[in-house]
């Protein structure tokens, strides 16, 4: 969630708690009460995938100290055919609903193509709760966020996007999202460590694509730049 964006969150810890769970009637009542048992005030969940009988759900809690963290894990863990993924404390809770539209009016605010890729790399970054993001023009690191490896890595990780057969299976791991915008050719990165990206987190990033390449147009239509104001009308474009 980007800043002044959200809720008022209660005071205390902020932990992104990732569980797989089966998907039947009662187990996702059964962990929510086992969170409860610790003191933790869930404030939201997300369904990241389902398939398979089993169902990754991300919970937002708020606990009363970090040392809570690891008996969390345990109770939650006590629930039959429940796995923690991950746990971690953050800085913020994402939110997919709002976010998008917060991304689509700071992306729209862009006055070029520059501010565009920007604008992209930084937003994906924070709300993916990212490492790093870049923007790749061919062999060029056109734009950067949080600290990517190093250029031939993601050289290598750039041209398995764009031809999987290649690149080693290696090479883009579940720790590894990525999209292409397709206007001027671009793939576009995103790495962190600690879990992967899932199904809901991949339609995000291709989707945030997708506006941002519509965006491109626009703004190629506007001769590369448009007035920096963001009430400037973009209707004439067609």
Do not use: K
């Not at 930084?122 to 790093?132: E, H, I, K, S």
């Amino acid at each position: 969630m980007l800043p002044g964006t959200g809720p008022v969150v209660p005071e205390g810890v902020s932990v992104l708690l990732r569980v797989w769970l089966p998907d039947r009637p009662g187990a996702l009542g059964a962990v929510a009460s086992r969170i409860g048992a610790v003191r933790g005030d869930i404030l939201g969940i997300d369904v990241l995938e389902r398939g398979d009988g089993q169902v990754i759900d991300e919970f937002g809690v708020i606990l009363p100290s970090p040392a809570v963290l690891p008996l969390l894990i345990r109770e939650v863990e006590e629930v039959d055919g429940v796995r923690v993924e991950e746990a971690r404390v953050v800085g913020h809770f994402p939110d997919p609903r709002l976010d998008a539209l917060a991304a689509a009016v700071l992306l729209c605010e862009a006055p070029d193509a520059s501010h565009l890729c920007a604008t992209l790399a930084t937003y994906v970054g924070r709300a993916l709760l990212a490492d790093w993001v870049v923007v790749m023009d061919g062999e060029r690191v056109a734009e950067s966020w949080g600290e990517p490896p190093p250029g031939d890595r993601l050289v290598a990780l750039a041209t398995g996007v764009l031809h999987p057969e290649a690149v080693s299976a290696s090479s883009g791991p579940g720790h590894l999202a990525s999209a292409t915008l397709a206007v001027p050719g671009l793939v576009l990165l995103v790495g962190r460590t600690g879990n992967t990206f899932r199904a809901r987190e991949r339609a995000q990033l291709a989707a945030l694509a997708r506006v941002a390449d519509r965006l491109w147009v626009i703004l190629t239509r506007l001769g590369g730049r448009r007035e920096a104001d963001p009430r400037a009308p973009l209707s004439a474009t067609g």
